[in-house]
């Protein structure tokens, strides 16, 4: 059973960065991404990649300031994180899907018949 390792969370400083990890057991996956969900808020995708093309998909709020790469051939995904905002708070968990699937349809409904990490937190403060 496919098993994903997140890690990198830390505190950080408003303006700051940060990269996270996640690193699968195995590759039978067709997309993998990145979701985070903070005290009393739904989980949120925030960027899927495909296993197979490479294709990444970006939600609006995160656009510009973080950047999905790996995942590809089993190999540990990253999130680069950059100026870091209070509210991106939250707990970072990765999940990937293993049956057929675009990286957008993975970011928006990721849900019970995906895998998912034990997630790793970040906090941004000063």
């Known amino acids: 059973q496919l098993q994903l390792a997140e890690s990198g969370g830390a505190l950080v400083q408003p303006g700051g960065s940060l990269r996270l990890s996640c690193t699968p057991s195995?590759?039978?996956?067709?997309?993998i991404g990145w979701f985070r969900q903070a005290p009393g808020k739904e989980h949120e995708g925030l960027s899927c990649?495909?296993?197979?093309?490479?294709?990444?998909y970006y939600v609006d709020s995160v656009k510009g300031r973080f950047t999905i790469s790996g995942g590809d051939g089993g190999n540990t995904m990253y999130l680069q994180m950059n100026n870091l905002k209070p509210e991106d708070t939250a707990i970072y968990y990765c999940?990937?899907?293993?049956?057929?699937?675009?990286?957008?349809?993975?970011?928006?409904?990721?849900?019970?018949?995906?895998?998912w990490g034990q997630g790793t937190q970040v906090t941004v403060s000063s």
């Open positions: 195995e590759f039978n996956y067709y997309a």
């Open positions: 990649i495909s296993s197979t093309d490479g294709a990444a």
């Open positions: 999940a990937a899907r293993t049956y057929r699937t675009t990286p957008q349809a993975l970011c928006d409904r990721g849900g019970v018949l995906d895998y």
